[in-house]
């Protein structure tokens, strides 16, 4: 059964850092482009951030470029979210997802794409 396992989530302060890892299990990640997602409480789930098969594209939503880093260590089968200069409005549960693609030129950030979800981290930013 595939497994996504997201960890690294936690509570921080304002202008503080953290890093999201995502663990697959079973599957081969370097089949697959791969996306964070975070949700907050009241509000839809929105896109973060997407890396293609490689590596060879990223994509970053405007509310994160420039603080949140997307990076994959496919030998470890694990995806990461670096994110700095934390806000407020950065509280959410950050969920990450896979999709199988072909092309290692593509990633996508729409939900509806994926083929495999994780229970997500919640990360909190107190001002």
């Known amino acids: 059964q595939v497994q996504l396992v997201e960890s690294g989530g936690g509570l921080v302060q304002v202008g503080g850092s953290l890093r999201l890892s995502c663990v697959a299990s079973?599957?081969?990640?370097?089949?697959?482009?791969a996306t964070w997602f975070r949700q907050a409480p009241g509000k839809e789930r929105e896109a973060v951030s997407c890396?293609?098969?490689?590596?060879?594209?990223?994509k970053y939503e405007d509310f994160v470029k420039g603080r949140f880093t997307i990076s994959r260590d496919n030998a470890k089968n694990t995806v990461f979210l670096q994110m700095d200069n934390l806000k407020p409005e950065d509280t959410a549960v950050y969920y990450c997802?896979?999709?199988?693609?072909?092309?290692?030129?593509?990633?996508?950030?729409?939900?509806?794409?994926?083929?495999?979800w994780g229970k997500g981290t919640l990360v909190t930013v107190s001002s």
């Open positions: 890396i293609g098969r490689d590596a060879s594209i990223t």
């Open positions: 079973v599957l081969t990640l370097d089949n697959y482009a």
């Open positions: 997802a896979v999709k199988r693609l072909g092309n290692e030129f593509i990633c996508s950030l729409f939900g509806d794409d994926m083929d495999f």
